[in-house]
């Protein structure tokens, strides 16, 4: 029994060893200034330092890859995250001349942000420092509404 044991103890281990082949890409490709939103239309202070918090880890290309990224499976998950997240918005890679595809992302920010959508509960249970309060949610919904409206030239 003890030798079983044994045996079943280091073909998990090996598995878990093997696992970390498959090692995901952790890449931040570079921010090119001109296609980032940041430096073409800073927000607010106070909107840029909620935006860094709570939405860069998945939504630019400045992730900080926490330690458990580099462990599979964790690895996988939080890649696929930052790999599904920079696709549906991605602050480094902004549509700078396109402001009606713009203005429908600003629309998207205010949405998942007034219905608490965003940042997900597994990411703010881990990051503490990325929940946001009612005041904060606020904040950006305020901006990402004007943003909005100024992008489709709408005023609000
Ligand atoms: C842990 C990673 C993570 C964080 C942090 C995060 N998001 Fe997301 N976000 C995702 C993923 C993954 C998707 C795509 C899948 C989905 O829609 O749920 C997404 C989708 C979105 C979308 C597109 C929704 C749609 O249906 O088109 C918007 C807008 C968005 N996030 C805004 C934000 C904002 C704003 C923040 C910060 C307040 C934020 N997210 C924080 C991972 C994240």
Not at 92 to 106: G, L, V
Request: aromatic content about 8%.
């Amino acid at each position: 029994m003890k030798k079983k044991l044994k045996w079943i103890g280091l073909a998990a281990v090996a598995i878990f060893m093997l696992l970390q082949l498959a090692n995901p890409d952790r890449t931040n490709p570079p921010v090119v200034p001109g296609h980032d939103l940041f430096s073409v239309q800073p927000p607010p202070p106070k909107v840029a330092a909620l935006l860094r918090t709570a939405c860069f880890d998945c939504h630019s290309q400045e992730t900080r890859w926490p330690w458990y990224s580099r462990v599979a499976p964790m690895a996988w998950l939080v890649a696929n995250d930052v790999k599904e997240g920079r696709a549906k918005l991605n602050f480094s890679d902004w549509p700078i001349t396109d402001p009606a595809k713009a203005a429908r992302k600003f629309g998207n920010i205010s949405d998942v942000v007034d219905s608490s959508e965003m940042p997900p509960k597994k990411y703010t249970l881990i990051h503490g420092d990325a929940e946001l309060s009612d005041a904060q949610r606020k904040v950006i919904v305020d901006w990402a509404e004007a943003q909005s409206a100024a992008a489709s030239g709408t005023t609000k």
